[in-house]
T-cell receptor
């Protein structure tokens, strides 16, 4: 149980285009989803927290107009990188947290490697 | 906000020896401390976690200790094996409305055969 999927697993795009990444909880309802970015040989940096049906809360330094997050249902959150540039190339990982009964534990997706040319 | 420091950044041990990774956190409200193992290009995998009402937890070769007063927690791996080689991350989380994780900077563990 507690499986989280991400799509696509890899994406290569040209500079200036927008890229959408999907994060789905397959067998549980995710009241909260989190988006992280991980550069090579670095830690996971939290970008934003999203709760179903409400606006995402962005961490300091993350541009909300560039990284659009939509948590439209209890099983799906999307991250759209708008007008992507080479410096946005990174490994993007989502995680999901279930109902309050699951306490703090987050379940991670497999990640999406974004390369912007 | 919460800040998590992790040491060492790299660690090499001989197969069969023990490995210890230490983390400190700043927010006394943090109450949940998971440890993750991440292999290159893969998702982080939870290997053990501890809640603030417990001082120690063990699962086979892996143990975690927590000192709330000093605000630090440690991962102990005994009888290390080559397949333990990976990057390990600690994290701290508070039971507030967001339950967000703040990760440590990571430790690259190499187990030498």
């Amino acid at each position: 149980g507690a499986v989280v999927s991400q799509h696509p697993s890899r994406v290569i795009c040209k500079s200036g285009t927008s890229v959408k990444i999907e994060c789905r909880s397959l067998d549980f309802q995710a009241t909260t989803m989190f988006w992280y970015r991980q550069f090579p040989k670095q830690s996971l940096m939290l970008m934003a927290t999203s709760n179903e049906g409400s606006k995402a809360t962005y961490e300091q330094g993350v541009e909300k107009d560039k990284f659009l997050i939509n948590h439209a249902s209890l099983t799906l959150s999307t991250l759209t990188v708008t007008s992507a540039h080479p410096e946005d190339s990174s490994f993007y990982i989502c995680s999901a947290r279930g109902s309050p009964s699951s306490y703090n534990e987050q379940f991670f997706g497999p990640g999406t490697r974004l390369t912007v040319l | 906000g919460e800040n998590v420091e992790q040491h060492p950044s790299t660690l090499s041990v001989q197969e069969g020896d023990s490995a210890v990774i230490k983390c400190t956190y700043s927010d006394s409200a943090s109450n949940y401390f998971p440890w993750y193992k991440q292999e290159l290009g893969k998702r982080p995998q939870l290997i053990i976690d501890i809640r603030s009402n417990v001082g120690e937890k063990k699962d086979q070769r892996i143990a975690v200790t927590l000192n709330k007063t000093a605000k630090h927690f440690s991962l102990h791996i005994t009888e290390t094996q080559p397949e333990d080689s990976a990057v390990y991350f600690c994290a701290a989380s508070t039971g507030e409305w967001s339950y967000k994780y703040i990760f440590g900077t990571g430790t690259r563990l190499k187990v030498l055969a």
